[in-house]
């Protein structure tokens, strides 16, 4: 079978990844790359041995038959490489969230699926194996009747300031968590009630902390912590939990405790041996298990594990987050027409 011809746009850290990722595919050829900032594209071609751009629609006028594309650019400017990779042709799997403007959310997950194209959307706990086993666990009943969900992704200070305000943390990584949360209730999200703070990173216009709780359509409630503005801590700089409780008993995943440590006079610093490991060589966890099942799922006419749908809930649960931070009440998961457990 010819390997899927691939294509990413956006090559930031996120999307140089996705490229490695795609270079070391069994079952991939990973044809161009294509950055607005032309030293970068440059940069990772010449790394890869692909061809660079900085149009997208050059780049799939000059190179015929991109199969699929990995969409990585920052999280307001997805609209327009998604119709230019549809207007191509080219399945789509698109970096969380779908987009910060729910029109323009809804608008890509319908531009799609109108088009038969396969959406897919990079929401990599899925594919990290402790919090696939939570789900696993809950799914086959180990935990009884879930009675609520706790989560926390917390985030050293240097975080908001790489992005400058461009996006509150909910949709940096709360999301990962909502999806999460989605995928194991396997129930509409129905309401939100959040509460954040401003004050180290009033400046830029983001919340320093924000706690929502989530009330679900079967009375699950659940709760996400989301803070960036903690100093540089030596040890633990970030802190994640996972947390199902049900009627007869509880999974938990301590996402952050990866067993793998380097200690010197002045630093401890834990190594990432689950998402985005170099293994001899090999790119390998959690984001090259999405991006495989992507391309299986393309090569075998299936829905990728996490589907534009499931990226549109999670989006819209965010969105719900935000827009109670706004008006200080509960609201409503807008949920229109489209998208999400039903």
């Not at 660079?52 to 199969?67: H, L, N, P, S």
């Not at 030596?234 to 802190?239: K, V």
């Not at 990432?272 to 999405?290: C, I, K, M, Q, S």
Request: glycine share 8%; proline share 3%.
């Amino acid at each position: 079978m010819e390997p899927i011809r691939v294509a990413v746009i956006g090559v930031g850290w996120i999307g140089s990844l996705y490229a490695r990722i795609v270079s070391q595919a069994h079952n991939a050829e990973l044809t161009a790359v294509c950055s607005r900032t032309s030293d970068t594209a440059q940069a990772v071609a010449k790394e890869l041995h692909t061809v660079a751009y900085t149009d997208a629609r050059v780049m799939f006028k000059e190179q015929r038959g991109i199969q699929a594309t990995i969409i990585a650019t920052p999280e307001p400017d997805h609209l327009d490489p998604v119709r230019a990779a549809v207007e191509a042709g080219s399945h789509i799997l698109l970096e969380k969230p779908v987009a910060t403007v729910m029109s323009e959310a809804r608008q890509i997950v319908k531009l799609v699926r109108d088009s038969g194209l396969t959406l897919g959307v990079c929401h990599h706990l899925r594919f990290d194996a402790r919090y696939a086993a939570i789900h696993d666990a809950v799914a086959a009943g180990d935990v009884g009747d879930i009675v609520h969900i706790y989560a926390r992704r917390f985030l050293p200070l240097w975080s908001p300031k790489h992005l400058n305000g461009r996006v509150e943390i909910t949709y940096w990584t709360g999301v990962h968590d909502l999806d999460m949360m989605n995928w194991i209730i396997g129930q509409r999200a129905l309401r939100v009630t959040a509460r954040g703070r401003k004050n180290v990173l009033r400046e830029m216009g983001v919340h320093d902390v924000i706690v929502s709780i989530v009330e679900y359509a079967d009375g699950t409630l659940a709760v996400l912590e989301n803070s960036w503005a903690t100093p540089t801590l030596q040890g633990r700089p970030r802190a994640y939990i996972f947390d199902v409780r049900g009627t007869k008993g509880s999974a938990e995943v301590s996402g952050y405790e990866t067993g793998a440590q380097v200690y010197t006079e002045q630093t401890a610093r834990a190594i990432d041996t689950f998402h985005r490991a170099n293994l001899n060589g090999v790119w390998v966890g959690a984001y090259r298990e999405l991006t495989l099942n992507y391309l299986d799922a393309l090569l075998n006419s299936r829905s990728p594990l996490v589907t534009g749908e499931d990226g549109l809930a999670s989006t819209l649960v965010a969105d719900a987050i935000l827009r109670s931070l706004a008006s200080g009440r509960t609201e409503d998961v807008d949920w229109g027409d489209l998208g999400g457990p039903s």
